[in-house]
């Protein structure tokens, strides 16, 4: 089944951190252009991290020095290492996995609530 499978989301107070995981299976995430996205209540999704096929990676002004994205092919696994944490950092967050070639190929994550709240 090809699917990315999330964990890690959860409660935390201001200042605390998170790691969020998601998991690729039946296709090798290593070949794809990978990113974390947010929705917060009453707002439009958006992208916080992603790493571009070159390599490269990128992140949203607001989470600049605060969130960190990786992959470890190994695991066929993706990360989004999150640190001094924020109220406004409260949203659901989606892994997202997409290939352009002949065909494009895109997979979403199921989601994970992260709250910052003390």
């Known amino acids: 089944q090809l699917q990315l499978v999330e964990s890690g989301g959860g409660l935390v107070q201001p200042g605390g951190s998170l790691r969020l995981s998601c998991a690729a299976s039946?296709?090798?995430?290593?070949?794809?252009?990978i990113g974390w996205y947010r929705q917060a209540p009453g707002k439009q999704r958006e992208l916080v991290a992603g790493?571009?096929?070159?390599?490269?990676?990128n992140y949203a002004d607001s989470v600049k020095g605060r969130f960190t994205i990786s992959r470890t092919n190994a695991k066929n696994t993706m990360y989004l290492q999150m640190i001094s944490l924020k109220p406004e950092d409260t949203a659901v967050y989606y892994c997202?996995?997409?290939?352009?070639?002949?065909?494009?190929?895109?997979?979403w994550g199921q989601g994970t609530q992260v709250t910052v709240s003390s």
């Open positions: 997202n996995a997409r290939y352009r070639g002949v065909n494009e190929y895109v997979y």
């Open positions: 790493i571009t096929s070159d390599g490269t990676t």
């Open positions: 039946g296709f090798t995430l290593e070949y794809y252009v």
